[in-house]
């Protein structure tokens, strides 16, 4: 005998928390989700907000009752680890320094972090210089309770880290280090060359590559270039290259996995509301029944 059971996924969508911590909880339980990511700054990089205690003990509270899954945090755009401008550099170091003092408050365990743009001096150089800078931050991560996790790009202009062996290069430049890990990125992946509508030979090579196990959260997006286009412009589920086909065997694999899975599709709460709804009851999976 079979029954259908709701799968346990952690998914949610990029919420802003302009209005507070508690307030993107609250928005995110309200579409249906048991996660969401945040911009730990404006996406540009500038000052941050003090972290108002009482409002993230509020947040917290729901996301206990809700049984939520651990959250998502993303680094600005701004951020580059190996910029041929010292100054963009130093400014990375500090922001990121104090973002994981932040997250440690807030409790939240990882943020996301695009590898970096070379700007000309070449993918190895840039991965080189990632790995040094890394280095140095990932004791200060450590002690924050707070993963890094690099993202793969879809490797437009100079951007690091769009092929698995170049994350995999950075991981290892940095002494396979316990708070580094990997966010992917289904648009990115696609651009990058990954055809997710062959996941098995995609899953293997993340495992072959970077090993599952450093996999810290699943970006799902759709895209609206092909295979290879090196662009990323992010689509909404199932109305871009993808489609819904596209991503179904994937979802099928890491649904039982500990992973958040965050959209980042260009959407309304409402139209998140509508993917977190139709990727959770397309997942929805048969087990044994007991006795
Ligand atoms: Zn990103």
Not at 107 to 114: E, F, I, K, M
Not at 258 to 280: F, H, S
Request: hydrophobic residues 40%; negative net charge.
């Amino acid at each position: 005998m079979f029954r259908m059971v709701k799968s346990l996924m952690w998914i949610g969508s990029h919420v802003s928390i302009a209005k507070g911590f508690c307030a993107a909880v609250e928005a995110s339980v309200a579409m249906g989700a048991n996660t969401f990511q945040f911009f730990t700054r404006n996406p540009r990089g500038g000052n941050a907000k003090a972290l108002d205690l009482a409002d993230i003990a509020k947040g917290r509270a729901i996301m206990a009752k809700k049984g939520f899954g651990p959250l998502v945090a993303h680094a600005p755009y701004t951020y580059n680890l190996c910029s041929v401008k010292p100054e963009v550099v130093s400014f990375t170091m500090t922001h990121l320094e104090e973002d994981f003092s932040r997250l440690r408050v807030m409790g939240v365990d990882r943020v996301v972090l695009h590898p970096g743009m070379h700007g000309g001096q070449g993918t190895e150089t840039g991965i080189r210089l990632i790995s040094e800078k890394l280095n140095r931050l990932l004791p200060l991560a450590e002690e924050a309770g707070v993963k890094i996790l690099l993202e793969g790009m879809a490797g437009a202009g100079s951007e690091v880290g769009s092929r698995f062996e170049e994350l995999a290069a950075i991981i290892q430049g940095c002494g396979t280090h316990p708070c580094l890990g990997v966010c992917i990125d289904s648009c990115h992946m696609t651009g990058a060359g990954y055809d997710l509508r062959h996941w098995s030979a995609v899953q293997e090579a993340i495992e072959a590559v970077i090993g599952w196990d450093k996999v810290g959260a699943l970006h799902l997006n759709d895209t609206l270039h092909g295979l290879g286009s090196r662009k990323d412009r992010h689509a909404r589920l199932g109305e871009g290259y993808l489609g819904y086909e596209g991503i179904m065997e994937m979802l099928e694999d890491i649904k039982d996995q500990p992973l958040p899975v965050i959209l980042e599709t260009p959407n309304t709460e409402a139209g998140y509301a509508m993917e977190i709804q139709w990727v959770l009851s397309n997942i929805d999976h048969k087990v044994q029944e007991e006795g």
